[in-house]
């Protein structure tokens, strides 16, 4: 017996990366063993910061590849693309009207993506959070996946959700419980800022063998380890996080004690990084080899998605519209 459902969202932004995997995909792969999951492209959320929209198809599949190669199943989960279901801009539209406009303005992360394109202030960036909580509502989701910084944003949708059942006076929407999920902030091969495709500090999950190690072997260390005969610090050195996740619990304790007597280099050090990191994506890469001969199946996967969240989707909608009492 599953303990509810489960909605999350993901923008469509191509192959995945290592940051991708641990902060998210790893957990939607671990959520279905415990909860009936429906994950989303969310295309539409998309459009509100992407200057072109040309590669949000390719985005969008190389995504999903990612997606099942990893372990989300397509027969057990909804996978679907946001705007396949065009019942949520009904509900967004909605929502809108138990949203007070002073909230929007006044939110963080509006005042952040004004900051970021001061050019490009569209109303997308303000209905953001009212269209993530049509997202969720639409599917009656008890359950949303977050990290701890994101709780705010998800006590938003709570808001909302109540607004509109006092508004109308009913209990047609689900107010979402927030799965709080412990997950990693992994730092990129600048060993600085959180990994990301735009900073170019990533280190995608497809790559190959010999890729993903020419970029390890880019990754920055201990910076107080300038030569070789100098002992380093394994505490303050990215490289050793990614150990820690990919490396054998023998081999962490060897790192963790020669890095400090210098008795490993970083190169070899690295190489024994890329070499464990490689071995447990092995099978993601098989499989996802698999699936990019086979797009026209993805594509299925997702019309078979869309088509099982516009179900949900439709049996919502006719409540709201009765709650609200459009003609
Ligand atoms: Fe980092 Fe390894 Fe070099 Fe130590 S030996 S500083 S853990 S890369």
């Not at 600085?192 to 063998?209: R, W, Y």
């Not at 610090?233 to 963790?256: Q, R």
């Amino acid at each position: 017996m599953k303990k509810g459902r489960v909605f999350s969202g993901a923008r469509p932004t191509g192959r995945q990366h290592l940051g991708n995997y641990l902060g998210a995909i790893k957990n939607y792969v671990a959520l279905q063993d415990a909860y009936d999951c429906i994950y989303c492209v969310v295309d539409l959320h998309a459009l509100t910061t992407v200057e072109t929209t040309r590669d949000l198809r390719n985005n969008t599949i190389e995504m999903v590849f990612d997606w099942l190669a990893a372990g989300i199943r397509s027969d057990e989960s909804i996978i679907f693309v946001q705007s396949h279901v065009p019942q949520v801009t009904e509900l967004h539209m909605i929502l809108s009207m138990v949203t007070p406009m002073g909230k929007l303005t006044d939110l963080p992360t509006f005042k952040e993506k004004v900051r970021m394109q001061p050019d490009n202030v569209n109303y997308g960036l303000l209905g953001y959070p009212v269209l993530m909580a049509a997202d969720i509502a639409l599917y009656k989701a008890n359950a949303v996946p977050v990290g701890v910084d994101q709780a705010p944003h998800l006590e938003f949708t709570r808001e909302i959700v109540r607004s509109f059942n006092y508004r109308y006076q009913c209990k047609v929407l689900v107010e979402p419980q927030m799965v709080v999920t412990e997950v990693p902030k992994v730092i990129g091969t600048d060993g600085q800022q959180k990994m990301s495709k735009s900073l170019d500090n990533h280190i995608e999950l497809a790559a190959t063998p010999e890729e993903t190690q020419a970029r390890v072997m880019t990754m920055v260390t201990d910076p107080a380890r300038v030569r070789r005969t100098d002992p380093g610090n394994p505490d303050v050195c990215n490289v050793f996080s990614f150990h820690k996740i990919f490396s054998s619990p023998d081999e962490v304790a060897m790192v963790d004690t020669e890095c400090r007597r210098a008795g490993i280099g970083c190169v070899d050090c690295k190489k024994l990084m890329a070499k464990n990191l490689n071995a447990s994506l092995t099978g993601f890469r098989a499989r996802r080899r698999e699936l990019e001969g086979h797009p026209d199946d993805v594509m299925d996967i997702l019309g078979q998605g869309a088509h099982r969240a516009r179900a949900i989707a439709e049996a919502t909608m006719a409540e709201v519209r009765d709650a609200v009492g459009l003609p």
